[in-house]
């Protein structure tokens, strides 16, 4: 029996599901045709982040981050390389703490950069503070 993961598109946020041996394959959403891996971090609000949290089953990599803060700066890149690269294994999304002040308070961010992994859903791991890729692919790594 084959195993398949719901992803939820980017561009509609409609759950599809795909086969585990197809992700890689470059999958399209079925309803708008959109690619759902693009090869690179999704700059959401709350309400697509609820809606991308609910319909997917990979983990998601969240970067809490605020326009002026040096060390997000800095992190922002690196962000996007790991994401090109880990992608589809995980879903990688940023989120801005200044226009989503309610979700970072939900999540209990206290200092940014934070990075999160939910798993179904669920906080299974977090780090604050800027790294580099291969201190970011390391920890990405050892929490799935």
């Known amino acids: 029996m084959s195993h398949s993961s719901l ?3 980017p561009a509609c946020q409609t759950p599809n599901r795909v086969p ?8 399209v959403c079925g309803r708008c045709r959109e690619r759902l891996f693009q090869g690179r971090a999704l700059d959401l609000n709350t309400s697509a982040f609820q809606k991308l949290v609910r319909n997917t ?11 002026w803060c ?3 700066k800095m992190m922002s890149p690196i962000f996007e390389q790991v994401a090109h690269t880990m992608e589809p294994e995980m879903r ?4 801005n703490t200044e226009t989503e002040q309610a979700l970072a308070g939900q999540y209990g961010i206290r200092s940014i950069p934070t990075l999160l992994v939910l798993d179904n859903g669920r906080e299974v791991a977090r780090q604050s503070g ?10 990405l790594e050892s929490v799935i």
Do not use: N, Q, Y
């Open 130 to 139: 800027a790294m580099d890729a291969a201190s970011l692919k390391r920890w």
């Open 20 to 27: 585990d041996t197809r992700l890689s394959d470059d999958p």
């Open 70 to 72: 040096g060390p997000c």
């Open 7 to 9: 992803i939820a598109c």
């Open 92 to 95: 990688f999304v940023k989120i």
């Open 57 to 67: 089953d990979i983990p998601i990599v969240v970067d809490f981050w605020a326009s």
